[in-house]
């Protein structure tokens, strides 16, 4: 295996008119380096960049050095990839590193993920997949894009063991916008234009809602995820905690129609859906395009979303929706949805993915939905088991 090389000299990325600064630093193999930077500044761009894959036209980079030419690289990108060649996880492993290397230690949680037919494994239990992938792999060098985001802390724990495993033999770069969150490794961080203080959006315009759930059952592959009941009036939120597999996006489904099940859900007005899954959106179409087709062409509803998306820093309206971050989809896919009159809103895995000074922006637009009689459903990948709580989760978690 080649000693890897990655140096960053007064380094600089350029997509359009935006460009970002990386901070001068040396990484070599083994071990992590950890580049850091808000919604928007770069990350997933500079790890294309790192592995080759930097095939964006209007993307150019300067000061960034990886040696050695040939080292053989591989991405984890932040939502799993859409195309898998095995059935199950076992068959995906062995066509992918062509039965080069055993599976990792002879973990409980990983022979389950492996055993599992692909189609019916959840968000992430996909993601881990990705992470084991890259371990057998064992490339020169490992670039992982926000590899801990939407999993629960025993499959976090786990994606720390193979990722930290892995560093011990290659070069592991992550790119987070969570400052002091992992363990040691060298930093690089991305700087860019600040989001500025003292954002003030427009007030949402959702409309008084409710839901009634009552023995609901939902049948994903062999798992039977079942709710009891859940009544919520106008103005009140749940969030549906449970580790990863557990059922949560299957449950958000049934409630938004688009999965089978039996029991009684009934809903007071339009609802909304933010997947966990930010690229199940066509990937021909611009951020316009979305909001557009969120809005319902409703011209206040349209302004309204492309202002307040500016303030939080998603600016290009012609931009392909499939080039944005995975936080700056989630924006671009919430936003309308908050002024365009929708009752129930469901959001899977919450504020994930989003930096934390969007995150006080989104929290403060989520409750004034709730004051204006809106209903609130979100997820999150924690517990033993599923469950509901009252409330939103605190955007500090």
Known sequence: MARAIIRFSNAEIHVGDHTAHISNIIAESPGILYIIGPNGSGKTILLKAISGLDEINDISYTGIDVKPNNARKWLVPQDPWLITLGDTGYDELWLISHNNHSPPANDQLVRRILDKRIGYMSYGERKILEVIKAHNVMPDIACFDEPYSG???????????????????????????????????????????????????????????????????????????????????????????GPNGSGKTSTLLAIAGALKYKGRIEIKGRTGFVPDDTLLVSPGVTLRDVIENLCRHGKECIEQSFFTLKELGVKDGEKPYVALSDGQRRLTLLIPQLFSSRSVLLLDSWLEGIDSRRRRVIYDLINQYLEGGGVVITTLPRGEELDVVEGLPSPYD
Do not use: F
């Not at 994903?220 to 106008?234: A, D, V, Y």
């Open 151 to 241: 999993l629960d802390e025993k499959y976090v724990e786990l994606a720390k063991k193979l990722i930290e495993d892995l560093s011990k033999r290659t070069l592991v770069v992550i790119a987070t916008n969570k400052e002091n969150s992992y363990p040691e490794g060298r930093e690089a961080h991305i700087m860019v234009g600040q989001l500025k203080d003292g954002i003030d959006p427009p007030p949402p315009m959702g409309a008084s809602g409710g839901i009634v759930i009552e023995r609901l059952v939902v049948k994903r592959g062999r798992k039977r995820i079942e709710l009891e009941e859940l009544r919520l009036r106008s103005g009140e939120a749940v969030t549906i905690i």
